[in-house]
């Protein structure tokens, strides 16, 4: 039921005071204004509702990214530490190649050296012995 202020602005004159007017019950703006505003707020309150929906779904799909980004972040961080572990066998691997190579030529540089002293003795020591053989027996008084 209306109040006693909406039934008084229904009776106020709808024109300025002075010459007669014709007479006539004034038009209820306030109830035209809540008719039209009903309809824009329910627009507005759907427009509401899809923007809820779509921030809720944005936001869950903002999640679903995140989630995929930390889990393909773990994928390539295990990757990298496999990779890293095959690069360090490889490297070792290559080490000990070069190394064995390495003791391979010294080895062959030492055999070689050894070998040398060899034929150096082989020539030199027939005569070796004679100096000793010439000397114990300077000594002995031979």
């Given at each position: 039921m209306?109040?006693v202020a909406?039934?008084?602005?229904?009776?106020?004159?709808?024109?300025?005071p002075?010459?007669?007017a014709?007479?006539?019950?004034?038009?209820?703006r306030?109830?035209e204004?809540?008719?039209?505003?009903?309809?824009?707020?329910a627009?507005?309150?759907?427009v509401?509702?899809?923007?809820d929906?779509?921030?809720t779904?944005?936001?869950?799909r903002?999640e679903?990214?995140r989630?995929?980004?930390?889990?393909r972040?773990?994928q390539l961080v295990?990757?990298a530490?496999q990779q890293a572990?095959a690069?360090?066998a490889?490297?070792a691997?290559?080490?000990r190649v070069?190394?064995d190579r390495?003791?391979?030529?010294?080895?062959?540089?030492?055999?070689?050296?050894?070998?040398?002293?060899?034929?150096r003795?082989?020539?030199?020591?027939?005569?070796?012995?004679d100096?000793?053989?010439a000397?114990a027996?300077?000594?002995?008084?031979?």
């Open positions: 209306p109040g909406e039934l008084l602005d229904r009776l106020r004159p709808v024109v300025a002075g010459a007669d014709s007479s006539g019950v004034p038009a209820d306030r109830h204004a809540e008719s039209e505003l009903t309809e824009v707020f627009v507005i309150a759907d509401q509702r899809d923007a929906r779509l921030r779904a944005a936001t869950v903002a679903q990214l989630q995929d980004a930390d889990h972040a773990a295990d990757s530490r572990e690069v360090r490889e490297a691997a290559a080490a070069d190394a390495d003791l391979t030529a010294i080895t062959d540089d030492a055999d070689a050296v050894a070998a040398g002293i060899r034929r003795a082989e020539r030199e020591l027939p005569g070796v012995v100096d000793v053989v000397a027996m300077t000594v002995v008084g031979l």
